[in-house]
């Protein structure tokens, strides 16, 4: 059967049930964007690289838990690969006695976010609008937390704001991302 | 939500993005199955997520992993229900045992040693669940008996031994319409395991128990008397040796035996 046409949840449906072809498409439609994901966080290519083959592995296991009633099957797949990219990271920090480690990602993630280059597809370039749009201190306080996987804690000492400032500045951006979303009529579904 | 569980809710952000550790990670998770505010907070903000994850620019994989995992994949056994982990697990133990049969068998051995303790553990709480529920039935006893010593109705009557056991004494206090009174004696003999004192009310010449007991190694015993009828109606209280259960007559010596004629 032809399940190009398929949407993702009924592609994590059929994986669950074991279906090879339903992992290879599922695969061939969002490996490029983990990888993205992989390497904007873990900035090397060989890791990226484990982080893409650990996710479809993972989906290929666990798709039997996946529950449509808590969310699209996209934000599930990005959650696992954004988890294991995550984990990766604190793993190899803190091998590597964290605080210059995490220093060094801080710098590289608050440096190169929101490439203004990169509005080569149509929907990075809303994404990377709406991240651009936000006041600098709460779309550091985003990117820390989400491209550098720092505790809010980590942030606000990196930083130096009161830990409630950095709280208040997470929920406010996630607002605003939330609406911006919604107004340029974005969804994960 | 400022009106809420502040605490857990102000993680709710970073769980969105990913941040907390497995500790806060689960606290979420198990605040969100109660709370459906919460819940819902995070089903409106998870697309915030994807839509980050969508602002990396896509990045070619090389075709060896695709290779890769595909070849774990047909390599994994079928979705596992189950029957199927359980054989697995039977695998992966026969596995084990041929690989490292010491650390096997350790294991074996503490699981078994862990499994007796906690039997051993669990017939203990079974013994002392016991020995409370017959501490607070005795309890509940003596609050009875001490009832009636406070009720200005009851009459009080001396009890005494029988030549058999002549230092017990002690007092029947009962209100003579009821067919409820305490008993408080001292000086009985205790017994040995298979044996009790058993308490009779005798009307003319039958005898009707009401109930049996032992007593402390001081001999002293706080009876509460259930009678089958008014205890103005029987003649004569006695206590008797009988076998653990009590006997439907009186078997055994008597030890006490008095009349029920109030002197008080």
Same mark, same amino acid.
């Given at each position: 059967m032809d399940q190009i046409g398929l949407t993702d949840e009924e592609l994590i449906g059929k994986i669950a049930n074991r279906d090879e072809a339903a992992i290879e498409l599922l695969y061939d439609r969002y490996s490029s964007a983990i990888m993205g994901l992989a390497l904007k966080i873990l900035g090397e290519r060989a890791t990226a690289e484990e982080i893409v083959q650990e996710t479809f592995l993972r989906v290929w296991n666990k798709a039997n838990r996946y529950d449509a009633g808590r969310g699209a099957a996209l934000s599930w797949l990005f959650a696992i690969a954004h988890h294991q990219c995550i984990d990766r990271l604190r793993r190899d920090q803190s091998s590597m006695e964290t605080v210059e480690g995490r220093k060094v990602i801080k710098n590289v993630f608050i440096e190169q976010?929101?490439? *203004?280059? *990169?509005?080569?597809?149509q929907r990075r370039h809303l994404v990377n609008t709406a991240l651009a749009s936000l006041p600098d201190e709460q779309r550091q306080v985003i990117e820390m937390a989400?491209? $550098? $996987?720092?505790?809010r804690q980590e942030i606000a000492r990196q930083t130096g704001v009161p830990l409630g400032t950095v709280q208040t500045r997470a929920r406010l951006a996630l607002q605003k991302l939330r609406a911006r979303l919604e107004e340029i009529g974005f969804t994960d579904e | 939500m400022s009106e809420r569980n502040t605490g857990i809710d102000d993680l709710l952000p970073w769980y969105i993005l990913g941040t907390l550790d497995s500790e806060e990670q689960q606290r979420v998770e198990a605040y969100l199955r109660e709370d459906p505010t919460a819940m819902e907070y995070v089903a409106q903000m998870r697309p915030v997520a994807t839509f980050l994850t969508l602002s990396a620019e896509p990045a070619a994989v090389s075709s060896n992993v695709k290779k890769e995992l595909f070849g774990r994949i047909i390599s994994q056994p079928p979705a596992p229900d189950s029957a199927s982990r359980w054989l697995s697990l039977k695998e992966k133990l026969r596995f084990a045992v041929r690989s490292q049969p010491m650390l096997v068998v350790l294991s074996l051995t503490i699981a078994v040693l862990s499994l007796a303790w906690g039997l051993v553990l669990s017939a203990r709480v079974s013994v002392l669940r016991n020995e409370v529920s017959s501490l607070q039935a005795a309890l509940a006893n003596q609050q009875r008996v001490i009832l009636h010593l406070s009720d200005p109705g009851s009459k009080s009557i001396a009890i005494a031994g029988t030549?058999?056991? !002549?230092?017990a004494s002690g007092r029947f206090i009962f209100n !003579?319409?009821?067919?409820e009174g305490g008993v408080i004696i001292t000086g009985l003999q205790p017994l040995p395991g298979d044996r009790v004192y058993q308490l009779w009310l005798i009307k003319g010449d039958v005898p009707e128990s009401a109930g049996t007991f032992t007593v402390d190694q001081d001999g002293r015993a706080s009876i509460l008397v259930k009678a089958p009828a008014s205890i103005s109606s029987y003649d004569i209280i006695g206590v008797s040796v009988e076998p653990v259960?009590?006997?439907?007559?009186?078997?055994?010596?008597?030890v006490v035996l008095s009349p029920l004629s109030p002197d008080a």
């Open positions: 976010s929101v490439p *203004a280059a *990169a509005a080569s597809v989400f491209f $550098g $996987g720092l505790t | 030549e058999l056991q !002549p230092e !003579p319409g009821s067919r259960g009590g006997s439907l007559q009186p078997t055994g010596e008597i």
